[in-house]
């Protein structure tokens, strides 16, 4: 999950429309707004899922000759080797091709093997991976939650939490990380780095950046075991009311 959504004009002159918190959605009228006459493509960031529906049918009519599809078999079916494609328009296919023979090489045989029989695989074998990943979900923001992260929304398409600081903590996302590694020997990743901060301009102000500094990115994606042994390691860190301490 990305926090932003950017809409490009030209590459010196980028504008970044971002998601709502605490639900991070965005409305088509707020993406709409950001479009001018010099609005040449957009980009929805979504790394590990596809990004859903915004658009009224005559809003992607509009721009649909302006829009790339990315997508690729990773962490969601378990094929590792982010084995991806493209969908796009004619005249961006061709572009998008041009470029990717001169930047990359094609994926290795077996790992398009892989994907071809990934994407045959029964559905059956996907709703058990559903119910896994929603086990492992409800854990750990059960968990987080239990020792004062604020977690508004519940992932419903990823392997990824995005939990709030608690109130009480005073530390910004990075440095929570430090002192995470160095009392719990748990890692995760700060919140910052997933907001695309836009520098003010003659016509943009300068923006307030204090909420990109309060978010932490757990991911769930591991085994019940290292899921457990992390939560043990975090509780070790709370204080009588099981609240964490090292802040």
């Not at 604020?150 to 419903?156: D, Y």
């Not at 204090?210 to 085994?223: E, L, T």
Request: glycine fraction near 4%; charge should be neutral.
């Amino acid at each position: 999950m990305s926090p932003s959504i950017y809409s490009h004009r030209k590459i010196d002159d980028e504008v970044s429309v971002d998601l709502d918190p605490p639900h991070w959605t965005l409305g088509p009228n707020k993406l709409m707004k950001s479009f001018t006459v010099k609005t040449k493509a957009i980009i929805l960031n979504s790394p590990h899922n596809p990004t859903g529906k915004i658009f009224t049918k005559d809003e992607l009519e509009i721009i649909a000759g302006a829009c790339l599809t990315k997508d690729c078999l990773a962490i969601t079916d378990e094929v590792w080797w982010r084995v991806g494609w493209a969908i796009a328009s004619a005249c961006i296919a061709s572009t998008i091709r041009n470029i990717h023979t001169r930047i990359t090489d094609c994926a290795p045989a077996p790992f398009q093997e892989a994907v071809v029989t990934a994407l045959r695989i029964p559905p059956e074998y996907f709703e058990l991976l559903r119910s896994d990943y929603e086990s492992k979900r409800d854990f750990i923001i059960k968990m987080l939650a239990g020792v004062g992260f604020r977690i508004q929304f519940k992932p419903q398409g990823s392997v990824f939490v995005f939990a709030e600081l608690p109130e009480s903590c005073l530390l910004s996302d990075v440095e929570f990380i430090e002192e995470l590694i160095k009392q719990a020997g748990v890692v995760a990743v700060p919140g910052c780095g997933f907001f695309h901060a836009m520098p003010p301009s003659d016509k943009r102000p300068p923006a307030d950046l204090s909420s990109q500094k309060r978010y932490i990115r757990f991911a769930f994606c591991k085994s019940d075991a290292t899921l457990a042994a992390a939560a043990q390691k975090i509780a070790g860190l709370s204080d009588a009311r099981g609240r964490l301490k090292l802040f």
